[in-house]
């Protein structure tokens, strides 16, 4: 399915942050997604939305190269990706570190520079300068000294978030990065976020089961993934109930309340809400 | 006076040479081989070097070299059947089991000198010739230099695999390198401390360096000077003795310096955070 919701006429491959053309990917017979293309502008955010197994966190794992398309071409800053490792970030779906690892939570966040570099040599200034700057940024400076076996979930999480941010990546891909944070470190990282896509032309892809009200000011365009298919759209035309019904090829109902998008499927009861205000602000606080 | 007049001996200047190299190898590889889970491979690869160095003197009455190619046969299959850790430890148990049973068979097809076998098991420092010491000195010295020039790509890769990933770092293929590494130093340090001990060596002294440490810098410099006290230590206490083997006091030295670390954190440790 190679429907565009949005009719932006084709960017030059150059200046996009991401460009994805024909990309299918297939697991032996089965299809996980098919015919994907679409382009990512420098500064944009788009969260990925799907169900449970429709695919997300493999269409990350091929943008970063880990992962072989059966066909198609995906290109990062122009580039194929081995060209451009070091202008990007990564934060993979969440798993805890174990207590008793030998390492501290700025190292952890240094990974984020150094990791991949080989020979043994002190980390210079320039390197220490940025990891500070990031976990204050992250507000993580209080424990970054501390094993990392021995913080909670939320404070292994911002430091991961660290480690993607910390050299100043072009394109960040996030895999479900805010699972175990609480809301004003979801306010606090979604402001950083924005601050990079004004300053540097940070580009995001932010893979979400639930778009909570603290990202939702940022989100530029939806992609949509499901059954194997897929849909781009601002937010606004994508989730609607004639779109995500002839996606996924049942009747699907959204409801636009007053202050939340719920987005409901009749073959399995399954709902998706979607916040679009502060009312879980008010809810945390 | 008896200790004097020994370490003016060459055979007791090429122990304390062999255990310093080897607890220089053993020190590095040790806090990797807590963080990726592979006490087990240790071990496992040690115990088969048993296998090899029964089959080496055999074959060409080489017990090291068929303990190397033994061990490092053993980390190859090991790195590319088991990929997880608990697969890997299945792996490991069923190579285990065969592997010593060949070993025993191998020894009793084996009618020269048994001693050259059990000193593979339980280590013979003080009957190392000298071009087992030189061999010792080059695994010893490809063991650290690699180590060194890996070090943070694979603490990365052992530490979080998949942002390692990526970053464009090899994880798989460094998971192998590094399972090879272990196999050398693991075999080295037999020459030492036998098959049997070699965890000794090769985890205990890192495990006591994160007691008291998270820089993962300071874990393995501390590892290092673990395992050199512990090695050089059991070597200068056995020659002491006179009577006593190495292996005893290097188990023991290591042993003590964990339960010194141990009580040192618990005694001067703030209070920690249970999570």
Redesign the interface.
């Known amino acids: 399915m190679t429907e565009h919701m949005n009719n932006q006429p084709s960017t030059d491959h150059t200046q996009s942050a991401l460009s994805i053309q024909q990309a299918t990917l297939k697991n032996g017979e089965k299809v996980i997604w098919e015919n994907v293309s679409f382009d990512v502008k420098p500064g944009e955010f788009i969260a990925i939305l799907g169900p449970n197994g429709s695919g997300k966190t493999t269409l990350l794992k091929s943008i970063l190269g880990l992962l072989e398309l059966s066909s198609g071409t995906i290109t990062v800053l122009g580039k194929p990706i081995d060209q451009v490792r070091n202008q990007i970030g990564f934060v993979p779906q969440q798993r805890g570190f174990d207590a008793g690892l030998p390492i501290r939570g700025r190292d952890l966040v240094e990974f984020g520079i150094t990791g991949a570099q080989y020979g043994f040599r002190m980390a210079g200034s320039a390197v220490g300068q940025a990891v500070n700057a990031t976990l204050k940024a992250v507000n993580a400076e209080s424990y970054a000294n501390k094993p990392i076996g021995q913080l909670s979930g939320g404070q292994q999480q911002r430091l991961r978030i660290a480690q993607a941010l910390v050299n100043k990546p072009q394109l960040l891909l996030c895999d479900e990065p805010f699972l175990s944070l609480d809301l004003p470190s979801q306010q606090l990282i979604t402001t950083e976020i924005a601050h990079r896509q004004k300053e540097s032309g940070m580009a995001t892809l932010f893979v979400t089961h639930d778009l909570t009200s603290s990202i939702i000011p940022i989100v530029d365009r939806v992609l949509y993934v499901v059954n194997g298919k897929w849909s781009i759209g601002t937010p606004e035309k994508l989730l609607t109930t004639a779109h995500l019904s002839e996606l996924y090829g049942v009747p699907v109902e959204v409801l636009r309340l007053k202050k939340r998008i719920m987005i409901i499927t009749n073959e399995d009861e399954k709902t998706t809400q979607i916040d679009t205000d502060e009312h879980e602000a008010a809810h945390a606080a | 006076m008896q200790l004097n007049f020994f370490l003016q001996q060459a055979f007791a200047q090429h122990a304390l040479i062999a255990a310093t190299l080897i607890a220089i190898a053993c020190g590095l590889i040790g806090?990797f081989v807590?963080?990726r889970g592979l006490a087990f491979a240790v071990h496992g690869t040690s115990e088969l070097a048993f296998t090899g160095a029964a089959a080496g003197l055999l074959v060409a009455n080489n017990p090291l070299a068929g303990a190397l190619i033994g061990a490092v046969l053993v980390a190859i299959v090991i790195g590319v059947l088991g990929v997880k850790e608990r697969e890997r430890d299945a792996t490991i148990g069923v190579i285990l089991a065969f592997g010593l049973g060949m070993g025993v068979l191998l020894l009793s097809l084996y009618h020269g000198f048994a001693t050259q076998a059990t000193s593979i098991l339980f280590g013979n420092i003080f009957g190392v010739s000298t071009t087992q010491l030189a061999i010792l000195v080059v695994l010893s010295l490809v063991v650290s230099v690699t180590m060194?020039?890996?070090?943070?790509?694979l603490?990365?890769a052992s530490?979080?695999p998949?942002?390692?990933?990526?970053?464009?770092?090899p994880v798989w293929g460094l998971g192998i390198i590094f399972l090879i590494i272990l196999a050398l130093t693991v075999t080295s340090a037999a020459q030492v401390v036998g098959t049997i001990l070699v965890l000794s060596l090769a985890i205990t002294p890192a495990a006591s360096?994160?007691q008291l440490?998270?820089?993962?810098r300071t874990?393995?410099v501390l590892s290092v000077l673990f395992a050199l006290i512990a090695a050089d230590g059991g070597v200068v206490a056995s020659l002491a003795s006179g009577t006593v083997k190495v292996s005893v006091f290097v188990a023991a030295i290591s042993f003590i310096i964990y339960v010194l670390a141990r009580s040192g954190r618990v005694l001067f440790a703030p209070v920690?955070?249970q999570?």
């Open positions: 806090s807590i963080t060194l020039v890996l070090y943070r790509p603490l990365f530490i979080d998949e942002a390692a990933a990526a970053r464009g770092v360096a994160l440490a998270a820089n993962p874990v393995s920690r955070k999570s």
